[in-house]
């Protein structure tokens, strides 16, 4: 009730200073006005928070992070569903916080992937999850702005594979390398280039003082070569190779006082050629290098679109923060930025590229004991206003704004972050609180995966518990996948038949089902997992275990379960994509032997539990 009242005088006190908070839509009509605004508005902030929508998140239960995933194994599983699933609508909030008060400018750009430039991208297809689109709907986005107003774009790997294709001519600098030294073909083409650079600007000079009749005139230009760009001549410069180019740079740097160079781009890559236009003054030269680079900044901005804030963010070089940074950035990166890379090391290595500074609340949440096992953001948020005074002022959202909560997450992810930051004293001591002081003081949970990666991959003899309340480190080689079993079976079943069919199995060990086909097995013993496996492949078992595999269960370690997720079998039932793993012809087992050094954060709390549904 405490809490509630301050809310709620939080919220009245912001109303009557008049000031309130408004999500910006931004569609495609707005895109330009919009993107300077959030410009002006990311320079004077601190922070960036981010939240997207898809079209789906997983397609199968198992599909998603789970327990018992390592950093690889969660990446691959992110990675194929931001392959996937598209993005709806991107949610941006620049924020500072200054003592209690949390100053935010939240925008929601909605986007659609439209093949503007008949290119065949930025994507042909995606997937749907319909259940996803339904609590889209409820929640009141807009599908109809989406698909007609949303904005495009395309990442930067495409928008390079674009510009090729397309082959706008950019300006090119003038070159002059004192380090590179002239064969004698580069001597021959520079003096013979040289030479008709001369004659063609002598005679454009010249022609301009006399009155010749069209024929004769037409007949100067077609002989030299020159044709016109509005009021200015040009020539080109044919080159056959890169080297020439610059050659060809290098040697107009004697003309830069009246010569304007373009590089003219090949249909199917390189340079066709360089372009050369005369102008009539200095005045002239530069005012038309101002137009080429405004022509050139329009065309690119054309063809990049929406990615023209994640240029931004990148370029601030301001901390993000987010609720779900593997799920969010893998899709980030594989929209905005380049396809994803096969592993988790050249991801993060490609991400923090262009966004060195990632901070997930999730891992800030973790410090405190019972939000370990909270994902929802309200639930977060209540749970912290009921048991901690930690009161942040933040404004309040316009009306228009209400009933469609999907807009909120953003401002939500600012306030939960503003909130962990205050109650966990970072930084120290410091009031009001300061994004210098703060940044530091943040960098341990500077993180783009999960809690996984914290985790020293070395140790992995340590003495591991396992109890419902705690989340312990525990090796992989603990684990074991069964499946086979009769459909209703339950996980405590499970584990009162093991229990009693073999003498490994009165030592503590946990059961878990991951779905409706497939449980896993945790061992406490180091060694048991591999004693429970050569069981299970024995002629001479017996018990009730033996009935069991007479029926159809099957076993086997976490490098068969790495290998369905290295090989994308993404199968509704992981069963299915354990048999499959195991029957596959092209897997080397060797290439997974790290996996026995690796090490899991275990809890049963947060896990499925489909005995329940």
Known sequence: MAALIRRRLLCTSAEAAGRKLAVREVTKANFAEAVEEFKEDLAGSDFVAVSLQKTGSFSAGWHRELPFDTNDTAYLKAKYAAERFQVLQFAACPFSIRASKLTAQPYNFVLFPRDELKMGMPSYSFSIQTSHMAYLAQEGFDFNACIYDGISYLSKAQESAAKVRIGNPTPGNYVVDSKVTHT???????????????????????SSSRTDDALL?????????????GSRPCMNIDVCSERQVQLSLEMLKEFSDELVPVIVPAKGGGTQSVRV?????????????????????EQNKRVRGFREVIDLISASQKPVVSHNSLNDFTSIHSKFISPLPGNIEEFTGSLSMVFPHILDVKHLMKNIGPLRK??????AISYLNNHYFAPIDLETLHEENEGKSHRHNVVKICY???????????????????YHLLAPATEEYTNISNPLSNIPQESINEDIRIWRSNM???SCNHLAFVWGFRSGYTAGMLKSMLQTSRDIFSEDFDVRLVDKSCAIVVFRQPGLSETFLDVVSNEDICGSLREMVSEGLRATSYQTYKRVCNLGLWEADLADSLDKALEHPDYNMEADSTTNRREILWSTDSMINFDDL
């Not at 004698?184 to 000079?205: G, H, L, P, Q």
């Open 277 to 297: 236009f005369l102008t009539s003054s200095k005045e002239d030269k530069d005012f038309f290098e101002r137009e080429l680079q405004n022509v050139e900044e």
């Open 472 to 474: 312990r480190k525990i």
């Open 217 to 229: 005139s037409s007949l100067r230009k077609l002989v030299m070569g020159t044709e016109l760009y």
């Open 374 to 379: 909270v994902t929802n953001i309200p639930a």
């Open 416 to 434: 939960l972050f503003a909130k962990l930051c205050t109650i966990l004293k970072i930084p120290e001591n410091a009031k009001p609180i300061d």
């Open 184 to 206: 004698v073909a580069d001597t021959m083409f520079i003096e013979r280039t040289k030479s008709r650079v001369k004659n063609w600007k002598n005679t454009c000079k010249n």
